[in-house]
């Protein structure tokens, strides 16, 4: 399987802390994505980081990527209890027409 | 713009039965794709489409056929439905998986009796 792994499995903080979640992955890719997914939802698009880059932003989102050890982080600033949701990554191969998921993380935000 | 339709959102099967999920997608986009949820396994792929004519399989193919007549339409056939099949499908569409995203549908969920 090409699935990546994310983790924890399961992260539980306080209204207003960062939330930190973890991806790895198995082959070389041409950009990885991460999604969130709310309870009974389809899958939405967060953001997308390319092989070439290090870090990205957007909004309270950062996403790093360590290609060297097939990596990447999610990071959530000040974290609301909207943002309680599944989070995947997802890679596309450096050749290939597939997007492989992750396992998820289940991110609560108590209020 | 409406952006991925699936139809239907849920179904209830017994075992042998056929069945078609519909998935329509209103953006032009060449890739489509359909993965499988289910709980602790993330997102598994089943079969995927570059283009009109063009479909491939994926990680889990078997038992599920897929044509893709029309840029707009991927519709997932069930040949055979096992109580393994049951689980929640997605249907998912890009402009290219190299520089584009996936927008998903709201999933359909399948019990298979």
């Known amino acids: 399987s090409q699935q990546g792994e994310e983790d924890p499995q399961a992260l539980s903080i306080q209204e207003g802390e960062n939330a930190t979640m973890n991806c790895s992955y198995k082959?070389?890719?041409?950009?990885l994505q991460w999604y969130r997914q709310n309870s009974g939802r389809g899958l939405v698009h967060l953001i997308l980081?390319?092989?070439?880059?290090r870090e990205k932003h957007s909004g309270r989102l950062r996403v790093t990527l360590d290609t060297s050890k097939k990596s990447s982080s999610l990071l959530i600033t000040a974290s609301r209890a909207a943002d309680t949701a599944s989070y995947f990554c997802?890679?596309?191969?450096?050749?290939?027409?597939?997007?492989?998921f992750g396992t998820g993380t289940s991110l609560t935000v108590i209020p | 713009n409406a952006g991925v339709t699936q139809t239907p959102k849920f179904q209830v099967l017994k075992t042998g039965q056929s069945m078609t999920l519909q998935c329509a997608q209103d953006?032009?986009?060449?890739?489509m794709s359909w993965y499988r949820q289910d709980p602790g396994m993330g997102l598994r792929l089943i079969h995927y489409?570059?283009?009109?004519?063009?479909?491939d399989q994926g990680e889990v193919p078997n038992g599920y056929n897929v044509s893709r007549s029309t840029t707009e339409d991927f519709p997932l056939r069930l040949l055979s439905a096992a109580p393994s099949q049951t689980s929640v499908y997605f249907c998912?569409?890009?402009?290219?998986?190299?520089?584009?995203?996936?927008?998903f549908g709201e999933g359909s969920r399948l019990t298979v009796l």
């Open positions: 980081i390319r092989s070439n880059e």
């Open positions: 997802a890679t596309v191969p450096f050749t290939g027409n597939q997007f492989y």
């Open positions: 953006m032009n986009h060449e890739y």
């Open positions: 998912a569409s890009s402009y290219t998986p190299q520089i584009g995203e996936l927008f």
């Open positions: 489409s570059v283009g009109a004519g063009i479909t």
């Open positions: 082959t070389s890719i041409n950009n």
